[in-house]
């Protein structure tokens, strides 16, 4: 019987032995070699043993891509900006009290809204940190 050709062998699918045609194969072992991927087969039948070869011929994407969400950052407070508070008529100055540290300070009271908070970057407050200045209360920017 002659051999399968090898597109004779990938025209049938693969798997039938390429020796005597029987479909009582085995996979066995697979190995890489870089794109390619060797399967080694035998054959039950004639105790053929060869490999399949797959070749690495390209990609498809099945699903759209989702879009990363654009998260706009929350409005960086820093010192030197004014607040009112809601329902009062006091405006409130963020201010550096000490190295590092900013409070609320009314501007006619001259009282301080909450001790002071050390902060890193008393020139960008982060979240967190005007949480703690404000004692989480409701400050509105005077733009
Ligand atoms: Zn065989």
Request: a negative charge; aromatic letters at 10%; proline letters at 6%.
């Amino acid at each position: 019987m002659k051999r399968m050709s090898e597109e004779e062998y990938v025209n049938n699918g693969g798997n039938l032995c390429p020796v005597c045609e029987s479909d009582t194969t085995q996979t066995g072992e697979k190995a890489f070699e870089t794109v390619v991927l060797f399967w080694e087969m035998d054959c039950f039948n004639c105790g053929a043993n060869w490999d399949e070869r797959y070749e690495l011929v390209g990609y498809h994407i099945n699903e759209p891509i989702k879009e990363e969400e654009e998260e706009s950052p929350p409005p960086a407070f820093h010192i030197g900006m004014r607040f009112s508070q809601e329902g009062g008529d006091e405006e409130y100055l963020l201010a550096q009290v000490e190295k590092n540290k900013v409070a609320l300070v009314g501007l006619n009271q001259g009282n301080r809204f909450n001790d002071p908070v050390e902060v890193c970057m008393p020139h960008h407050i982060t979240p967190d940190e005007w949480e703690r200045i404000t004692s989480d209360d409701e400050f509105t920017l005077i733009e």
